[in-house]
């Protein structure tokens, strides 16, 4: 049974960073094609992709987030670390660690954590 | 980047109607990597549809996907009370991974 779940502070303050571990179970990011990303939700918004980490050490990030992000596995622990900086109030949102595969056949985000809400206020 | 655009934005329907609903993208989607996810209020999204057709694991058949190249759609052939929720596409198939903004699917 594949679970992933994050955890973090629920409050930054505006220019803080922010660091969000997504812990997680059933698989390995050490096999070859698996990918663990990072979605977020603004209240009441669409879905926004941020960044991935697979397997093999490739690193994606949203480009027009991309210099204030960094994303880490330790295949050890089983986690994956997000951390972006500079934090603004636009940044509240809901995040989300979800697992893909990229090996055949490639897949979409397949198992998803439960979300941890981020709230960025002074 | 490929920008999905879907529509509707709000679907009114009837329990036992049908709903379709829209995908578009910007450009061609590299092999029809296009998904699906149903979203509930306070829920993670879940995988309907990966491979813009096949149904994930667990899926009833009453939603069904098609499409390929820019143009996609997801069915669902007869609403059931729990399939009232926001419906999100993805696709998957280049870097970066784009979201569509999302249909609601409300009951009418």
């Known amino acids: 049974?594949?679970?992933?779940?994050?955890?973090?502070?629920?409050?930054?303050?505006p220019t803080q960073t922010l660091t969000l571990t997504c812990t997680f179970s059933g698989f390995s990011l050490s096999t070859s094609g698996v990918g663990v990303g990072w979605i977020r939700q603004p209240p009441g918004k669409a879905l926004e992709w941020v960044a991935i980490i697979y397997s093999n050490d490739d690193k994606r990030y949203s480009p027009s987030l991309r210099s204030r992000l960094t994303i880490t596995k330790d295949t050890s622990r089983n986690q994956v670390v997000l951390t972006m900086t500079n934090m603004d109030p636009v940044d509240t949102a809901t995040y989300y660690c979800a697992q893909r595969m990229v090996a055949q056949p490639v897949m979409p985000f397949t198992y998803w954590g439960q979300g941890t809400l981020v709230t960025v206020s002074s | 980047e490929i920008v999905l655009t879907q529509s509707p934005g709000?679907?009114?329907?009837?329990p036992g109607e049908r709903a379709t609903l829209s995908c578009r993208a910007s450009q061609?989607?590299?092999?029809n990597y296009l998904a699906w996810y149903q979203q509930k209020?306070?829920?993670a999204p879940r995988l309907l549809i990966y491979g813009a057709s096949s149904r994930a694991t667990g899926i009833p058949d009453r939603?069904?996907?098609?499409?390929s190249g820019t143009d996609f759609t997801l069915i669902i052939s007869g609403l059931e009370p729990e399939d009232f929720a926001a419906y999100y596409c993805q696709q998957y198939g280049s870097s970066p991974l784009t979201f569509g903004g999302g249909t609601k699917v409300e009951i009418k």
Do not use: Y
Request: aromatic fraction near 4%.
């Open chain 1, 1 to 13: 049974q594949i679970t992933l779940k994050e955890s973090g502070p629920t409050l930054v303050k």
């Open chain 2, 10 to 14: 709000t679907l009114s329907l009837s």
């Open chain 2, 28 to 31: 061609s989607v590299t092999n």
């Open chain 2, 41 to 43: 209020p306070g829920q």
């Open chain 2, 63 to 67: 939603f069904s996907g098609s499409g």
